[in-house]
């Protein structure tokens, strides 16, 4: 017999198991190709679908943008819905959820305490009652939308996102109380003082008010001059003087210039952002270059109004809270600095560039002054622009469509959950919207009866030394169940006032009655009490114990729990015919207020402002520190809002143009006795910006409006360039620089012209040195972690830094604002100059490491920041998802330009940690541009219009916008001939 050999037989069982294993996981990639992608949308066909009278047609273009075509509106909003419910579904779900507080169910434990605060806010029954007094028209288009969105759920059940079968979950069904559900979680998303004023109150506890003020300059323009030269306000009819220069120095004797780059110089490979990728290795562990936080602190110019805060322990718990708010805002991927945004509009070339030639009457012998007849290129209508700045995600936050019936044709960016267009045009209005910026949340110090802890005081005699005697209201409890998965369920009694709910109540839950309690099967937990009927005063004073003996606790007023019809003020909007009806249009719109930019075919353009604004007395405490709670004067005054309207418009100015851009509303903060709307402007940098545009351009254009959306010189950065170069502008202080990298850089800032562009090495320099000034003069004397959460909202820091900087710049050692330059670590006092050469020396040995490699020309700004899109289950709340769906849901990283102070918009945060300190949170993330005597506008999305993460829909739209490319839309009522995928709704008939 023949003796076997396993040796000889072993190379083919290894090709069989080879064979077997390849077989298998490409089956395994086939599986999960199809699982991932079976959602995707069908866009080709038909599909029978009931709750429309007549066929609605669907039709998509390469880039997944919908133009919907139906024969009626009731039907065009329900086709909307279905393409929504298509493209966005799991998106639209998971900020439902956000809004209703349903995140544990999802993704476990660790979501419970941010479910708890997301609950207390009610947005579910302050959605119900909107949805009570909305105008039967937009009540009928919200119910349209949601049949539509409904019907896609019914045909598409097993064959949903693939996000619903990671989460092993389904949707519930969709309601019209939901699209207002979105629409005022997004109004929260964009009020920055919900957190900030508690941050701002902690401070004012640990430095008193005159501290704080410091770094909220109530200008709203510093340092630009007192009268404003160079920063325009929203409302400004006239545009400012263009200056020769910046510069923060306070004689004309030092001067330092920094010329202005000129427009026409700007190529615009120049203003591109970079597409090429990478990441930057670190060649060992960066230790920041001084840890400055000393116990010690010298003692502030001024006491502190101890009713400013809510007691002896108020810092910590202020911080405490508005922590805790701050961190469930970015579990959900609120991220940044609130919402933004750039939004201007010009009238007509003929208008706004009057040109004219001399003529010789021959006949009488007279000169004539005549209109010269323009080329047809420079021939145009009024032009608007719009860029929404919102977090970096994936999806995008909005969504491009066309929207088309007899009465209604309508193109621009919706919002996932809602039927209407938010920017966009019709055939004869434009409209593109930016954040105001509003002071829209006041918190309350309430007073606690001391005898009876389910009571707390009304009336201003509650602040007198004795409480007895002042009216009296008693707190409510509102029960609420809260699922956790793969536990129990936890049930809420949180406690209300008339004001709103108890938020002083969550560092103590979060401290002492939730955190390290395991939940058990079976088990229940309570904030308060088992019974909310029969409450005892026990489990309250266990609760509250440490708030005795002061009895404080703390509410808040927020315009976004007023009422008003915000739906029905879209639908007239998208429907306006003119400028008058627009207006009247967004009258009712409450919250988020906005700028609204207008543009017509008639050439006409408008700035209105909406919203509702608090109505504050003008003797009351600074809006941004608690207010008393139980003093009248406090309160907001009257009915508590106002109409932004109110505070003035702007029609057809003549500057020939409008201009938001988050900057300060109007220059006077008086008005009729009451207090300014806001003292929380961003600095002006990128309205002056845009106005130095709009002055150079010899004529305009929509490619011009393009061309301005992604410029990215910043004028903060040449301002504090300018100042930075004059410290080292002597002899002996460059001789103080140690290293050649240094005088290198040094080298570089002197040439600059503060264009954040991705290749620039002086960028990077800059950047690095800003964070490393920031955190210089103010970490010492705010402490490590009231740093890091004022420093969260980064215009705040830039703008106190620029406020301070100036006043320094004046030479006045003596200064109540020098005292923030001094190191409260050492027993000298130090001042702006040391600081300012201290942070640039910091910044060149961050970049040495950071950048690995001694070669100043190579430290790209790009390779600080990158961008990359991430999708929430590639998040810190998804610990269960496989790490392969969380690569597969994120895109690759893009070096990017731009900063939080260039048109296009590029915000890092300076509280990050180190290693995503200079990454990209919140930008230009949807641009929109177009001539009202065009019949095209002009789009771009940063990723996709597609939330099928899988298909190419999702990604395509990401080359282009980083790469000014615009894509171009027909607002003709037939689908253009790009659009070549057709999928019919056809009615089933009974």
Request: overall charge neutral; proline content about 4%; aromatic content about 8%.
């Amino acid at each position: 017999m023949k003796r076997f050999s396993f040796a000889r037989r072993t190379p083919s069982h290894i090709v069989g198991i080879l064979l077997v294993l390849l077989v298998f996981c490409a089956c395994a990639a086939l599986f999960s190709f199809v699982v991932m992608t079976r959602s995707a949308p069908k866009t080709d066909g038909s599909e029978d679908v009931s709750g429309i009278q007549g066929e609605v047609s669907l039709f998509r273009n390469e880039y997944g943008i919908v133009h919907v075509i139906a024969t009626n509106d009731a039907d065009a909003y329900f086709g909307i819905g279905y393409a929504h419910a298509q493209d966005r579904l799991w998106q639209m779900d998971f900020r439902r959820r956000v809004a209703k507080g349903q995140l544990a169910a999802l993704f476990g434990r660790s979501m419970l305490e941010h479910d708890i605060f997301l609950r207390t806010m009610r947005f579910d029954s302050l959605s119900a009652q909107l949805y009570r007094q909305t105008a039967p028209e937009a009540r009928a288009a919200l119910e349209a939308y949601t049949r539509g969105v409904n019907a896609y759920l019914a045909a598409n059940k097993g064959r949903l996102a693939f996000e619903f079968d990671a989460l092993d979950y389904e949707p519930d069904v969709w309601k019209p109380e939901d699209c207002l559900l979105l629409q005022r979680l997004w109004a929260w998303e964009m009020s920055s003082a919900f957190t900030l004023d508690l941050t701002l109150a902690a401070l004012a506890d640990s430095l008193g008010k005159e501290r704080v003020l410091q770094l909220l300059p109530t200008s709203g323009n510093a340092p630009y001059n007192s009268d404003a030269y160079y920063a325009p306000a929203v409302l400004d009819s006239l545009l400012p003087t263009k200056p020769a220069s910046f510069g923060l120095v306070g004689n004309a004797a030092n001067l330092v210039t920094m010329p202005l780059p000129s427009i026409d110089s700007l190529a615009p490979a120049s203003t591109t952002a970079s597409v090429s990728a990478g990441t930057v290795s670190m060649r060992k562990p960066f230790t920041e270059a001084q840890t400055r936080v000393s116990a010690l602190r010298k003692s502030a110019v001024g006491s502190a109004d101890t009713l400013v805060c809510a007691t002896g322990r108020a810092g910590k718990e202020l911080h405490t809270l508005a922590e805790r708010i701050r961190t469930t805002r970015e579990a959900v991927q609120m991220r940044g600095s609130a919402i933004g945004s750039n939004a201007w509009a010009t009238r007509p070339s003929a208008i706004f560039h009057q040109e004219t030639d001399t003529l010789r009457d021959t006949t009488t012998g007279q000169t004539l002054v005549v209109p010269r007849l323009l080329p047809d290129r420079y021939k145009h209508g009024a032009l608007l622009a719009n860029d929404l700045h919102t977090p970096f995600s994936n999806p995008a936050m909005f969504y491009e469509a066309h929207i088309t019936s007899p009465s209604l044709n309508v193109v621009g960016f919706t919002l996932p959950g809602m039927p209407f267009v938010l920017s966009g045009r019709n055939d004869k209005c434009s409209w593109g919207v930016a954040n105001m910026m509003l002071d829209d949340t006041d918190y309350f110090l309430e007073t606690i009866d001391s005898t009876d802890l389910k009571q707390y005081l009304t009336s201003s005699a509650a602040l007198s030394s004795s409480a007895s005697g002042g009216a009296k209201e008693k707190f409510f409890f509102i029960a609420d169940t809260i699922y956790v998965k793969d536990s129990s369920i936890a049930v809420l009694d949180a406690r209300y006032t008339k004001r709103s709910c108890v938020v002083s109540d969550f560092p103590t839950l979060q401290s002492g009655l939730l955190r390290g309690v395991k939940l058990r099967s079976g088990e229940v937990l309570r904030i308060v009490n088992d019974s909310v009927q029969n409450i005892s005063q026990k489990p309250l004073q266990t609760l509250f114990q440490r708030q005795k003996p002061e009895h404080r606790c703390i509410t808040f007023s927020w315009t976004g729990h007023y009422m008003s019809d915000d739906a029905a003020a879209y639908l007239r909007l998208n429907k306006a015919q003119n400028l008058a009806e627009a207006r009247v249009a967004v009258q009712t719109i409450g919250a988020p207020a906005l700028n609204i930019a207008l543009a017509d075919t008639e050439g006409n353009i408008a700035m209105i402002p909406c919203g509702s604004v608090p109505v504050r007395s003008v003797s009351s405490t600074h809006p941004n520190f608690l207010r008393k709670g139980a003093d009248t004067n406090e309160a907001w005054q009257g009915t508590g809002v106002m109409s932004a309207q109110e505070l003035g418009s702007l029609a057809n100015p003549p500057s020939g143009r409008v201009i938001a851009a988050n900057n300060h509303l109007q220059r006077s903060n008086a008005n009729d006795g009451r207090m300014p709307p806001s003292f929380l402007w961003d600095a002006p940098a990128r309205a002056a910006r845009a106005s130095e545009y709009l002055q150079d351009f010899e004529h305009l254009s929509a490619n011009n409006m393009t061309i301005m959306q992604t410029d990215v010189v910043s004028h903060v950065a040449q301002m504090l360039t300018a100042q930075l170069v004059k410290e080292f502008s002597t002899t002996s202080a460059t001789a103080q620089l140690r290293l050649q990298s240094e005088r290198e850089g040094l080298k570089l800032l002197r040439a600059w012209n503060g264009e954040m562009s991705a290749t620039s090495a002086a960028a990077s320099i800059y950047a690095v040195f800003l964070e490393r000034y920031t955190y210089n003069t103010l970490s010492d004397e705010l402490g490590e972690a009231l740093y890091n959460q004022y420093a969260a909202i980064s215009r705040l820091p830039v703008r106190a830094m620029l406020h301070l900087t100036a006043e320094a710049s004046k030479g006045n050692a003596d200064s109540s604002k020098a005292w923030w330059f001094d190191n409260k670590a050492t027993s000298r006092m130090e001042t702006a100059s040391e600081i300012m050469r201290q942070s640039y020396s910091e910044a060149i040995d961050v970049l040495l490491r950071r950048m690995n490699t001694d070669s100043v020309a190579a430290w790209q700004y790009g390779k600080l920041h990158t961008l990359t899109l991430r999708h929430v289950l590639s998040e810190s709340i998804s610990p269960a998802v496989p790490q392969s769906i969380k690569n597969a849901v994120e895109s690759r990283k893009y070096e990017l330009s731009g900063d939080a102070h260039t048109l296009f918009g590029s915000e890092w945060q300076m509280s990050a940690r180190l290693e995503t300190r200079f990454q990209p949170v919140l930008g230009s993330t949807a641009r929109f541009v177009c001539d009202m005597q065009d019949t095209l506008v002009y789009v771009a999305l940063a990723g996709g219009n597609s939330g099928e993460i899988f298909t190419k829909a999702a990604s395509n739209q990401l080359p282009l916008w980083l790469n000014n490319v615009m894509i171009p839309l027909s607002i003709s009522r037939e689908a253009h001939p790009s659009f070549e995928k057709r999928l019919v709704l056809v009615p089933i008939t009974p």
